[in-house]
């Protein structure tokens, strides 16, 4: 069955950086677009960030451009997210998830998430 | 990319029926049908999707969850409810920016 993991979550000051990581199973990784979305404490979904399954297509939601880089290794089954610059507001339990692909743009499976907590 | 507008809340007894809306711009939800609607029941636990493509219902999720869209809107009605259907619902749209939004999710509550 499909399953992915996350890790890398913890706590940082603000200005500092952390690595996520996702490692998938069950399906065939190289073939599938996987998406970032996060949430905040008391907040809902936010979408953060997708790759495409050969990883020369990324797309970033406007609040996370320029700080955050998603990129994936389809030889170790495993997707990242490179956060740099952290701020406060980055705060939140991050997931990723599997596009359903064939042109639905949707979302069929989701990790269990990793906390990121930005706090001085 | 503004999120979604979804109603903060919604309640129904067992039994009923229930619609939670989802509303975007023509930038988004009303230029595409690729609205996919999400149960989560709390965070920690994997959101699970029950409508893609507007109205198309994955394998495994029950004909009491359907979902439409007209215009700049999108539905998702749940009938005959039951309480484990109790569950914040996010709604999410794809973007002609290329991005995805999410609505601010709803929270169902069964009575």
């Known amino acids: 069955q499909v399953q992915l993991v996350e890790s890398g979550g913890g706590v940082v000051q603000p200005g500092g950086s952390l690595r996520l990581s996702c490692a998938a199973s069950?399906?065939?990784?190289?073939?599938?677009?996987i998406h970032w979305v996060r949430q905040a404490p008391g907040k809902g979904l936010d979408w953060v960030a997708f790759i495409q399954y050969h990883g020369n297509d990324k797309r970033y939601a406007d609040s996370v451009k320029g700080r955050f880089t998603i990129s994936r290794d389809n030889s170790k089954n495993t997707l990242y997210l490179q956060m740099n610059s952290l701020r406060v507001e980055d705060t939140a339990v991050y997931y990723c998830a599997k596009d359903l692909a064939g042109g639905s743009y949707s979302i069929d499976y989701w990790g269990q998430g990793t906390q990121v907590i930005v706090s001085s | 990319q503004s999120a979604l507008t979804q109603p903060a809340s919604v309640s129904g007894s067992p039994g009923q029926s229930i619609t939670i809306s989802c509303t975007g711009t023509s930038s988004d939800v009303g230029s595409y049908n690729l609205v996919s609607w999400y149960q989560h029941h709390h965070p920690g636990k994997a959101p699970k999707l029950m409508i893609y493509e507007v109205s198309k219902r994955p394998s495994g999720v029950s004909n009491r969850f359907s979902g439409s869209k007209s215009g700049n809107t999108a539905s998702l009605t749940i009938s005959g409810l039951q309480a484990e259907d109790e569950a914040d619902y996010y709604c999410l749209s794809y973007a002609s920016s290329s991005t995805w939004v999410f609505g601010g999710g709803t929270k169902l509550t069964v009575l």
């Open positions: 069950g399906f065939t990784f190289s073939s599938y677009g």
